[in-house]
């Protein structure tokens, strides 16, 4: 409920959970240990996720069938509906049905992190700081923020699982400290997010925004292809030889022990060291390569020969940069 815009629930007895995150029978467990009653609600792709099915309802969208499933089957006020990760479009009608008891978390630093993309562009601008985030649900992403809680990603997060793995332990902690607040009759003073600042992500797709440009600097190649790294497929690019196909390209070095380079040596195998590869950029360093893979998953790093150059056509590069990805439709 929110009063003089602050944020509270009288007596709070469950929690509905609304999506799906890989942790989410450690938060039940921490439902359970504040004697919290947990449910899920999810949609049926996501449904597929979960290990366990007791207490979860999928729905294919937020309408009438959810309305009167929660009306026959919860008290709102006595509710805190949390949303992580739906695949449901959210609206205003659901989101007044629920009270102003329905929030969100997102493990982003607003207003700098709207939109998708999730932790690859973390990698790509290299961004450090870790946020996370309460705020009340809004279909335009833009809710007030209830809590939040900041800190500095560990030197050793490099590809996205990196990431998502710290995330994962962080909410844990986070959440537990945020449900004692609420359970404690808390009133939490609502924040709005800054209007006049902020960058909005476009949604990333690896297969089609994942192309390596071997223009490129050293840097940029070294963040692009750790950005797509697992759990996603790889950045992609090509062989000047043979008929490899598309190639998938992961654990990457930013390396600068060799000589230096011309830039019409980027994306050339200089040398060869049996378990990775070493490869020229437009600058002084070069990369470090331990799996080349091509699409059906195979490591093919030990055909790859001393002269080979990675590369890759131009219009799949401008088809990356001039189409956007609607996971919508």
Sequence with gaps: MI??????????KTVIFIGYTPNID????????????SHIITSSKQEKLFKTK???????????????????NFNISETLFLSISPMFIIKKNIIDFLQNNFINFTPSRLPFDTGRGGFSWHILREDKIYNQTFQMTRPDQNGDIIENETSLFPQNC??????????????????NRFLKKIIKGDSLKLRAIESNIGR??????????????????????YNFINAFDDPHQGASTFLDRGSYGRLFLKKVHLHG??????????????????????VCTTGKHMILI?????????NIINDI???DKFYTPYKFIEDSSSKAIDYES
């Design 3 to 12: 009063n003089n815009n602050k944020f509270f629930i009288k007596k709070l």
């Design 26 to 37: 450690e938060l039940i467990k921490v439902n359970s240990k504040n004697k919290i009653k």
């Design 54 to 72: 007791q207490n979860i309802k999928s729905f294919e969208q937020l309408d009438n069938k959810f309305e009167n499933y929660i009306k026959k």
């Design 158 to 175: 490099k590809i996205p699982i990196d990431y998502e793995d710290y995330k994962l332990v962080q909410m844990i902690s986070f959440y």
């Design 200 to 221: 909005h992500n476009r949604a990333l797709n690896t297969l089609k925004d994942g192309f390596i440009n071997w223009s490129y600097n050293a840097h940029d190649l």
């Design 257 to 278: 022990g060799d000589t230096s380079n011309h830039p019409i040596m980027s994306g050339t195998v200089s040398r060869h060291d049996k378990k990775w590869i070493v």
């Design 290 to 298: 331990e799996n080349v893979l091509n699409e059906k998953g195979k």
């Design 305 to 307: 020969r001393v002269g």
